[in-house]
């Protein structure tokens, strides 16, 4: 019998994850809870909408493209599972809901390719009606053509915080300013690794000129402070500080944060990958070599789930990672070496974005302490610090234990990284040891009329 392959994920990972499957003759099953294939960046636009490539996805237009055209070849070829969610893993086996209905299937291998989602930094009144992060404002914009206010500030650091003002600005949405934390002086040091990947680096300079010649402010270096508003009225502006330490204040009717992003790992943690603490990154991360391979036998891991590294290097990653599958089930396989040598590129770039716009982690020990961290639960700084000094909870799980930090609908997606950082400076301990959320099934809400699907 051929070996039952389970690709998670439709983005560029997981196209080309399954495409080399196919190519082996094999018909592995795609599994995406979005409603149409591409991913985040490749995201299609809902039935009916019109908009074109070049509108859609600008200078990634043929990528985009290549991707879906690639996808549309497969679809005969492949069981495609859309709107499904898996919200566990079991030994060699995903757990799904669809709709009301849920249902579990066996895999030899399992590739997962589950992206990533923004890295949020709080900030005093971030909890107020109009704050979104940078992936959230693209993805209204990309999907329904919306903006998410009618004067945004756009506030953080790293590429997308320049890609989605650009992309505003040429829907015609009015950008109030761009506000980044990380500084000229970071972005020239770490010009030698983005230097890996000029054409990619061109096209952020070309971002802003974009805001240049919109006459958008940009100031870089810059402390948040505040996000003011009201409860009746949600976001009303914005507050930072200036290197110098001058207050600024831009007035607008909604905000957009984010620092870069994090991999969706949950997935990894259910099925018991083991992780490690990458200190370039400042995260924990589920273990792999170079090809994908994680702790736990069978299972595959690639794309921006695994390391961010973008989505040219994710579709390599999500081969790659295929071809380690096939090969680990004994099938023997070809293009491994260029693939490594490609992703090695990637990697370096991927480096210098990190260092060019550093996460913030010295603000976190200033938030004041009525700064909510965990918006699900509305759990503040001061109530964590209160937990690390009265409790002793030291350690994520027991902050979370006796604070609920991170035990809301999102499951620690946003706050998790903010919190463990405000942990680590309450108790003057380094960020590793301060650990990780154990990922706790469903990874995502579900509804509790699920029923469960009988097969005939
Ligand atoms: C919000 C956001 C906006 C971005 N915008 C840009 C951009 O404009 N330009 C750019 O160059 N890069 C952008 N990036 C980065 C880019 O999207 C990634 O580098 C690229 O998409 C990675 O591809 P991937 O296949 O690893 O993951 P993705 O493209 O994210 O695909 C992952 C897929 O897995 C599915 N999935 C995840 N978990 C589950 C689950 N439990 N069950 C079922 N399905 C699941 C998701 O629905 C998704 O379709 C963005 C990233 C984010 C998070």
Known sequence: MAARIVVIGGGPA???????????????????????????????????????????YGTEAERAASLHQSFDALKSKIDYLPDTLVWNISPNAVHLASGTSYRTLPFDALIVCSGATDRLMPVKGWHQAGT????????????????????????????????????????????????????????????????????ALKKGIALTRVLAKANVPVHRGVQPIEIKGSPQRGVSGVEIALPGGAR?????????????????????????????????????LPQIDTDGRSSIQGIYLAGDGARVRGADAAERSGRLAALAALQDLGTPVEGVERLRAELARFTRFATGLREAFPWPAKFAASLPDETIVCRCEAITAGELRRVVHANGAQEANRAKAFSRVGMGRCQGRYCAHAGAEIIAAAACVPLSSVGRLRGQAPVKPLPVALVEEVSE
Do not use: N
């Open 132 to 199: 979104y992060s940078l992936g959230g404002a693209q993805v209204a914009l990309k999907s329904q053509a919306c903006a998410i206010g009618s004067r945004v500030v756009m506030m953080g650091s790293g590429p997308l915080l320049y890609l989605v003002a650009a992309q505003y600005v040429k829907a015609g949405a009015q950008v109030a300013a761009v506000l980044d934390t990380s500084t000229f002086m970071q972005r020239l040091a770490a010009l030698p690794k983005l230097l890996a990947m000029p054409a």
């Open 248 to 284: 600024l204040e831009f007035a607008c009717d909604a905000v957009a944060l984010g620092y870069h992003l994090r991999p969706e790992t949950q997935l990894a943690d259910l099925a018991g990958c083991r992780f490690v603490f990458d200190d370039a990154a400042q995260q924990w």
């Open 14 to 56: 997981g196209v080309r994850a399954a495409q080399a499957l196919v190519d082996a003759g094999l018909r592995p099953t795609v599994i995406d809870e979005g409603r149409r294939d591409g991913g985040q960046i490749y995201r299609r636009q809902p039935e009916g909408f019109s908009r074109s490539y070049e509108t859609l």
